[in-house]
């Protein structure tokens, strides 16, 4: 259950958009649109900010997400690399075409891709 969102940051630009919203339980972000190369970072600056606002396990609601490209796949990664002691970034509503490309790139490693969400390593 998503508590009240405390801010609110978007990306808008010529060719999508995307709509980051920060939530307190589970701490993380709660995303809207698109990922891609045009909005990757508005993507980068929230998950420093959310890293930064919490101790614990960081979750990234990409439910309302319609797409993400491999860029912005690697943003997730490379945040949850530089995320320490033994927390966890724990990306929940992946659609099943972006699971696909988490296993074509052969990031399964990186990735613990579960029905649904996926659990970075690490």
């Known amino acids: 259950m998503r508590t009240q969102k405390v801010i609110a940051m978007t990306g808008d630009v ?22 891609d190369l045009c909005t990757r ?3 980068v600056r929230a ?12 979750y990234a609601d990409l439910h309302r997400v319609g797409f993400v490209d491999v860029g ?12 320490t002691g033994g927390r966890r970034l724990i990306v ?12 074509l790139c052969g990031w399964t490693e990186v990735f613990s891709v579960g029905p649904g969400t996926v659990t970075t390593v690490g």
């Open 14 to 35: 010529d060719h999508g958009s995307l709509r980051i919203l920060f939530t307190d339980r589970p701490a993380g972000v709660y995303c809207e649109g698109d990922i």
């Open 41 to 43: 970072r508005v993507l």
């Open 72 to 83: 912005g796949l690697r943003v997730l990664a490379e945040t949850a690399f530089g995320m």
């Open 47 to 58: 998950l420093a900010m959310a890293v930064e606002r919490t101790d614990g396990d960081l």
């Open 92 to 103: 929940d509503g992946l659609r099943p075409h972006t699971r696909r490309i988490v296993e």
